[in-house]
Every structure is written in structure tokens, then in C-alpha cells.
């Protein structure tokens, strides 16, 4: 069954993400579409904060495409995961208050800021589904019998932690606990960020192995889960050490990334414009630099990517105003010193001001949010 017209221009557009990373692989995907399978999407959540610009908006932007191929979304509170890698002080009945009343209302705020049709999104949280599929703990043990302990611990920094690092047992049921979420909500294709990888690299080399809930194509044959893996935003901070080696930030991608644990190197959708120019003004920025910049790489990923152009506002003493519409003519004129980082700051401040203001009205407009978010802001900090 061919891919009509409509599907292959969305298709075109989905591969040419440049939020996504990699997606393993583009001909399954394709083939998967020429099957007439329904394409079945999930991405997972821990309920470990408030979602901040790098996983909202970049979650959005690719959610968004794959609605165009007509897609079923969900997204997955995980707060059985959140609780076994003790977020929010490892309190479960808190965490649930916090995905459904808190979290779940952020990432909608994202996809207002990006026009997506959140109506089309299903959210499922951890405990309703399996308290609703008691085959989830069986495809928990089958997933498991494929994987060996050495496998399991390699896989830990899929919960932010170390290879090596001591943790409790219960956390090394988290690997194996993720993936039999993919067979349970039979879900063939998964998404996350980069840091999600190996948990989806271990389900597709059980997923033929499985007897119990495997995945299959429209055709009934067996198949392994496309995983789409989305761009990693850093924060805005400097890095450890200055200068640094291509090599030492490969290394430490993971380290240097937004997070919620370092609220000042992050965007938050509910930031105040004040808080967002505060935070851009003070970021690293190494004037003509683009060894490890994180402001340029706000501009591409948040601006360029999302198919806007930035327009930078300065006295004419200071060259006056000027609009680029690509991020290679941004980053000419940015290392040439044509555009100075102060200026570049204020412009990527500015333009996130306007990009998040949907995100802003609707998180106002939900009683539950304010609360909950910053009951979540004082135990994170505690």
C-alpha cells in the first residue's frame, strides 16, 4: 500500500527534523507506513519538575510533525519511575498530584506555544496503566529474561545516573520496566531525548524475541520499535572547564544539558519575559566563539529550527537593526564580530519571550498549576 501524497510531504518533513538527532531507522519507518500500519507514538515523562524549554518545545516539535502522519500520541507519566529513582523526595501519592494536576498541564502549555492540537494527545499515567493491564508484569519478567544484569547497569544513565555509581536495586528494574512499557501500550514508535537511548536500543533487540505482547505491522508480522531521539538543549551555563576539546564536550553532553536542577541555566514555560531576559543576559557566550556556545545553539534549535527568522534591535551607531533569516547568516556575522553577544542575547531573550507568551496564558489559566508547581520547586531545592 503506497504512501499517499499528503503522508510522504509529512514524512519528508518529520526526516528532516533538525530537532531530531537520529531516528532508528528511516526505512522501517517507511516501510511501517507502506504496511497501512497505524503509526502508535509514545514519549515518557518522570515526574522529576516543571518541563522547561528544552523538553517541552522540542518534545512538541517533533510530536507536531508526527501528528501530520496522522499519528496516535501519548505521553507517559511515569510516575512508577519517578518514585523508583526517588524524584520528588520518593513520595508516590505526591508525584502522581504532580503529573496530573502540574506536569501534564506544562507540556499542553507547549504545545500551545507551538500551535499543535493538543486535543490529539492521549496522557497516560504510569499507575492506571498498569493497574488496567495486568499483562504489563508479565511482559516486565519476558523483557527481562532477555536482558542480562551487566546490560541493565551499563543502562542506568537512562535515569541520570553514572555507570558505576552505587544505586539502589530497585533502580535497576527501571531499564527493563521501560521497555515493557513500549509492549504494553503496544507503541511502535518511541521518542525521547538522546539520554533515552539506550533503553530503546534494548527494546528493539528483545522485540523479536518476545512471545508474550510483541509488536506487530498491519500485516501481522513482528516488528522492532522506531526510536526517535530529539537534540539534547544545553543549559545556559558555562561549561566545567574553559576552553574545552569537541572531544571532552562529546563526553559530557549529558552533564552540560538544560535541566531542572539548574533553574538558572534553564527557560521554564512559565517564566516571567523579566526572568527569561534575566536568564539569556547572563549566559555563556564567548564573543566570536562557537566552539561550546549554548546562546548560538538556542538561536538554531529555537529559532531557525522552529522556522523563524530573529530580528536583532541596536542603535545605528551599533550597526542598527538587522533581520537574519537562516542561522548561517546569523553565525557569520556572529563570528566575523559583526554581532556582538550582548546583542545576540537580547534578541534570542526577546524572541523567546513571544514564543512561550501562549504557554504563559494557559498555565495561568489552570487553578491546579501554580500550587503544584511550587510545592515541586521546594522539594527539588530542599
Not at 533538525?18 to 503509526?39: A, F, M, V
Not at 524524584?87 to 498541564?105: Q, T, V, W
Not at 525521547?192 to 505482547?213: F, P, S, Y
Not at 526572568?275 to 566552539?291: G, H, Q
Amino acid at each position: 500500500m503506497p504512501v499517499d501524497q499528503k503522508k510522504k510531504k509529512a514524512l519528508k518533513k518529520l526526516l528532516n527534523n533538525e530537532l531530531i538527532e537520529e531516528i532508528i531507522n528511516p526505512d522501517e519507518l517507511e516501510k511501517l507506513l507502506n504496511s497501512g500500519t497505524k503509526l502508535k507514538h509514545y514519549i515518557g515523562f518522570e515526574i522529576s519538575g516543571n518541563p522547561h524549554l528544552g523538553s517541552g518545545i522540542v518534545t512538541m516539535a517533533v510530536i507536531r510533525d508526527l501528528l501530520e502522519l496522522d499519528a496516535e500520541i501519548i505521553i507517559f507519566l511515569a510516575d512508577w519511575h519517578s518514585w523508583i529513582n526517588h524524584k520528588l523526595g520518593g513520595d508516590p501519592e505526591f508525584i502522581k498530584k504532580a503529573a496530573l494536576g502540574s506536569f501534564k498541564h506544562f507540556l499542553i502549555a507547549a504545545g500551545k506555544a507551538l500551535g499543535v492540537d493538543t486535543d490529539r494527545i492521549q496522557f497516560v499515567l504510569g499507575s492506571d496503566l498498569y493497574e488496567q493491564n495486568p499483562v504489563h508484569w508479565a511482559n516486565f519478567v519476558e523483557v527481562s529474561q532477555h536482558v542480562s544484569l551487566a546490560r541493565i547497569k551499563r543502562s542506568i544513565s537512562i535515569m541520570g545516573r553514572k555507570q558505576g555509581e552505587i544505586v539502589k536495586f530497585a533502580q535497576l528494574i527501571y531499564p527493563p520496566l521501560q521497555v515493557a512499557d513500549i509492549f504494553t501500550m503496544q507503541r511502535n514508535i518511541v521518542h525521547a531525548g538522546m539520554d533515552q537511548r539506550k533503553a530503546h536500543v534494548i527494546a528493539r533487540q528483545v522485540a523479536t524475541k518476545l512471545k508474550i505482547n510483541p509488536l506487530r505491522d498491519a500485516e501481522g508480522n513482528i516488528i522492532k520499535p522506531i526510536a526517535i531521539h530529539q537534540r539534547l538543549a544545553p543549559g545556559l551555563s558555562a561549561p566545567p572547564k574553559w576552553p574545552i576539546t569537541q572531544e571532552e564536550i562529546k563526553n559530557m553532553i549529558f552533564d552540560l544539558k538544560m535541566s531542572k536542577s539548574k533553574p538558572e541555566g534553564a527557560i521554564f514555560l512559565n517564566d516571567s519575559p523579566d526572568d527569561i531576559l534575566r536568564k539569556v543576559r547572563k549566559a555563556f557566550c564567548p564573543e566570536k566563539d562557537d566552539s561550546y556556545n549554548p546562546v548560538l545553539i538556542w538561536a538554531k534549535m529555537f529559532v531557525f529550527d522552529l522556522d523563524y527568522s530573529l530580528e536583532v534591535k541596536r542603535p545605528a551607531r551599533y550597526g542598527g537593526d538587522v533581520k537574519f533569516e537562516t542561522y548561517e547568516q546569523l553565525h557569520e556575522a556572529f563570528i566575523e564580530g559583526r554581532l556582538h553577544p550582548a546583542d545576540l542575547k537580547q534578541a534570542v531573550g526577546e524572541h523567546l519571550i513571544r514564543l512561550l507568551e501562549p504557554a504563559r496564558k494557559y498555565l495561568e489559566s489552570v487553578d491546579s498549576v501554580k500550587e503544584i508547581a511550587e510545592e515541586i520547586k521546594r522539594r527539588i531545592s530542599r
